[in-house]
Nanobody, 124 residues
Framework: QVQLVESGGGLVQAGDSLRLSCVVS????????MGWFRQAPGKERDFVAA????????RYADSVKGRFTISRDNAKNTVFLQLDSLKPEDTTVYYC?????????????????WGQGTLVTVSS
């Protein structure tokens, strides 16, 4: 059974940092391209970041470029999202996703497996 479990969300002030984690089971993690998305109530799920199987290439949404960093530890079956310089507009639920292709997809339909999400709230 495939499972992706996010953690690390919480309530922080503007300018603070968080590190989100997503632990993957039921998949050969090192064969998976991984991504992070975020979705607020009533809005579409938006791309945040993606990383290749080996971690040697990444892709970011313009809105987070320079502030967020995606990374992975294949020995621990875990992908991370480091969120720095957080802004109130970053407040929403963050989801991790996986697929077996090579492309760093920027739309939800590119991914086959999803976690349940972790909530990030940034106060001003």
């Amino acid at each position: 059974q495939v499972q992706l479990v996010e953690s690390g969300g919480g309530l922080v002030q503007a300018g603070d940092s968080l590190r989100l984690s997503c632990v993957v089971s039921g998949l050969t993690f090192s064969w998976c391209t991984m991504g992070w998305f975020r979705q607020a109530p009533g809005k579409e799920r938006d791309f945040v970041a993606a990383i290749t199987r080996s971690g040697d290439e990444t892709r970011y949404a313009d809105s987070v470029k320079g502030r967020f960093t995606i990374s992975r530890d294949n020995a621990k079956n875990t992908v991370f999202l480091q969120l720095d310089s957080l802004k109130p507009e970053d407040t929403t639920v963050y989801y991790c996703a996986a697929h077996h292709g090579l492309q760093l997809g920027v739309v939800p339909s590119a991914y086959d497996y999803w976690g349940q999400g972790t909530l990030v709230t940034v106060s001003s």
